[in-house]
């Protein structure tokens, strides 16, 4: 509604300063570029998606298993945190570097006695899932938006297989050479947007 | 050994079994596979029973152990109280309808396909016969105990114990027939089937067995569920170690306590106790590992220990562990002279559980990057390799514990943390006695004021908070097994009490 009362103000003051023949050429000349506005907005799509389980991601294929929950992976493909980015193992433990589970205060958690609790597993999100599902994954293109401020990587973990995680049609979605996407992950950088 | 529930469940899939002996099916196997039914003479008759025989367990287990497998993906905490209240109450209900001799309804009015033993080779048919009637939902059914044990398969979601319960059920079918058939065309076999046939009290004192054998069941799962409460033992306490009903525990930073079967606790007189084969080991104030005989007092030093963080003692064995890197070493207490024997090691950040003793087996847990497992290693048998008892990646298998033949061990995946319990042998699984949420929790699956749709189904309830407390290390004896846990917040760790 706000665009039509900007295009009625235009109008009126092209109307006011113009003659009726030149009037009539700017006004066509006005509409033409509406709608080639109008089209490029059709097929430019808003830069954040907001119909689905996460930003960025505009289809129904549910999220890769995770950790923690929501499908975030660092740059390599392995599972962080969320809510803050913080690294976690394979049973969602936030860990330091050497994969020492920690509490939130980034100390070492310890038994009673004061050893560190047993480190677990870190396994990248795409291959835990083709490891829990039973096939070979790849993960092939990726596509950025932004989300949040922040740009988003969304990333495809993909099958050869035609089923997804849903337990329906795969889509061929980032994926190539005839895979197709058995489930979603992001990444989240740091570049505004 | 089975449990008193498999044990339960086994009589009462026997009995029902046997019971379905009275349906057209069961009749129709005795004349068909006896001597009378085919031109095959005795000798077929003996090879199609034996075919018969081996047909319908498969069947029961296949029916009954796949159904325990459904139950178990489509629940999320299979075996817990409702379901096993709901098992019990189904049980009671049948056994009820059974003892009062209602009639089935409603009925499964079908029959196996009697062209099989016209076209197919005897024993074939006989074969396939038995599945089929194993598989109990073939045909007409004759006692409510047969959807009743399947309803609790399906909930208790146990597939060891489904396994069990179709087997004795294809037994119970099969026991009958196998023993009618070749008879049948004798006097003893004709009066048996007269007898089936016409007296109606017959079919009726079996319901009344089924009946009885699902009150067994009933009591033994409500048993098993009560049996399974969890009591709070000590606190603050930690590192349990059990043997013959005698109790000890650590204290952080303290002496340790030595609790005697139908005695008072009372300190230990130095740190980290254990306790096993009729000795208790502890870490001396002054730093020196000592190992006493508790009938006779007598107290050995074992100086070679020295740095130990850990202990476990048996009658003839002292095992322990030392950190960075961890290493668990064993020495011969029968046997001073023999140097202690380095048992396993791992490079940091990988960790070795407390090492644990029974008898002449050692066991622990180890926790790398890669993968974890429990290992045990025979220290009587020169030569012996440690054998992988449990292995699994994406999960941390932590403090085992072994006695008498059993391990209880800890399980932590991202959703849960499990108390289990399973033969000390390789394999899979184990009972879960005691189950907390996970340790770290999870977000929900979905961004804030994102819809649902496409999140995992285990986030489906929304976010799932941690565990108030983390489960640690185990201790195990003829009746329960003790678990130490502490509160995720900081504080006292605990120790809790599960009966086997």
Redesign the interface.
């Given at each position: 509604m706000a665009e039509r009362r900007g295009a009625g103000r235009l109008t009126e003051e092209l109307a006011a300063r113009t003659s009726r023949r030149g009037l009539l050429s700017r006004v066509g000349q006005a509409l033409v570029v509406g709608s080639a506005a109008s089209l490029v907005r059709d097929v430019v799509k808003p830069g954040e998606a907001?119909?689905?389980?996460?930003?960025g991601?505009i289809y129904?294929?549910?999220?890769c298993?995770?950790?923690?929950?929501?499908p975030r992976i660092d740059a390599r493909g392995y599972p962080i945190?969320?809510?803050d980015g913080a690294p976690?193992d394979?049973?969602?433990?936030?860990i330091d570097r050497?994969?020492?589970?920690v509490g939130e205060d980034g100390e070492l958690?310890r038994?009673?006695?004061?050893?560190?609790?047993?480190?677990?597993?870190?396994?990248k999100v795409c291959d835990?899932t083709g490891?829990r599902f039973g096939f070979r994954p790849y993960v092939d293109g990726s596509w950025y938006r932004c989300c949040g401020g922040h740009v988003r990587k969304l990333v495809d973990c993909c099958t050869t297989d035609n089923r997804r995680i849903?337990g329906d049609a795969a889509l061929t979605g980032y994926c190539y050479r005839g895979r197709k996407v058995f489930c979603?992950m992001y990444f989240q950088t740091k570049v505004p947007c | 050994m089975l449990s008193l529930a498999a044990v339960a469940l086994a009589a009462a899939g026997l009995a029902a079994g046997w019971t379905g002996t009275w349906s057209p099916c069961g009749f129709s196997m005795i004349d068909t596979l006896g001597p009378n039914g085919h031109p095959g003479g005795r000798r077929r008759t003996v090879a199609a029973c034996a075919a018969f025989a081996l047909g319908a367990p498969l069947g029961g287990a296949v029916t009954f152990g796949g159904l325990a497998a459904l139950g178990a993906l489509a629940q999320s905490h299979p075996g817990g109280d409702v379901a096993i209240g709901i098992a019990v109450a189904i049980a009671v209900a049948s056994a009820a309808l059974d003892a009062l001799g209602v009639r089935i309804a409603p009925q499964l009015r079908r029959q196996v396909p009697e062209s099989w033993r016209r076209v197919l080779p005897l024993p074939v048919a006989a074969f396939l016969y038995g599945i089929l009637l194993g598989l109990g939902f073939t045909t007409y059914v004759l006692s409510f105990a047969l959807p009743a044990l399947a309803a609790v398969s399906l909930v208790v979601a146990d597939v060891g114990l489904g396994l069990v319960l179709g087997v004795a059920f294809g037994i119970g079918r099969a026991l009958p027939i196998v023993a009618l058939a070749p008879v049948a065309d004798r006097e003893v076999g004709a009066r048996a089937l007269d007898a089936m046939a016409a007296r109606p009290g017959l079919l009726r004192g079996a319901r009344l067995i089924d009946a009885v054998a699902l009150l067994a069941v009933a009591a033994a799962l409500a048993g098993g569920t009560a049996s399974a409460a969890v009591q709070q033992v000590a606190q603050p306490a930690g590192l349990p170690s059990a043997d013959a009903a005698t109790l000890a525990w650590s204290v952080p930073g303290g002496d340790g306590v030595l609790l005697p079967a139908g005695g008072d606790p009372g300190p230990v007189g130095g740190r980290l106790p254990a306790v096993g084969g009729g000795r208790l080991a502890y870490v001396a104030f002054d730093g020196t590992p000592t190992v006493v005989e508790r009938a006779s007092a007598a107290t050995v030093a074992v100086p070679a220990a020295a740095g130990a963080d850990a202990l476990a003692v048996s009658a003839r064995w002292l095992a322990w562990r030392l950190p960075g890197p961890d290493r668990i070493v064993v020495a011969n207490l029968a046997d001073p002279a023999v140097p202690p024997r380095l048992v396993a090691r791992v490079s940091a950040p990988g960790t070795l559980s407390r090492p644990a003793l029974d008898g002449d087996r050692v066991a622990w847990a180890v926790a790398t990057r890669r993968g974890s497992r429990i290992v045990a290693l025979d220290l009587a048998t020169p030569g012996a390799r440690p054998v992988a008892l449990r292995s699994e990646r994406g999960a941390v298998l932590a403090g085992p514990s072994l006695h008498g033949g059993a391990m209880a061990w800890i399980r932590v995946t991202g959703l849960a943390q499990e108390l289990r319990l399973a033969p000390a042998t390789r394999g899979r699984g184990g009972r879960v006695l005691l189950r907390l949420r996970g340790q770290a929790g999870r977000d929900g699956g979905r961004a804030h004021g994102r819809t649902g749709q496409g999140r995992r189904p285990v986030d489906r309830h929304g976010p799932i908070r941690p565990a108030a407390h983390r489960l640690l290390d185990t201790a195990l004896d003829e009746r329960a097994v003790f678990v130490s846990r502490m509160p995720r917040a900081g504080g006292e760790p605990s120790l809790l009490r599960v009966d086997r």
């Open positions: 907001d119909a689905y389980h996460f930003c991601h129904t294929t549910g999220s298993p995770h950790p923690t929950g929501l945190r969320a809510r976690v394979d049973l969602g433990r936030r050497r994969g020492r589970p958690l038994d009673p006695e004061g050893r560190p609790l047993p480190v677990a597993t870190r396994t835990a490891e849903n979603v | -």
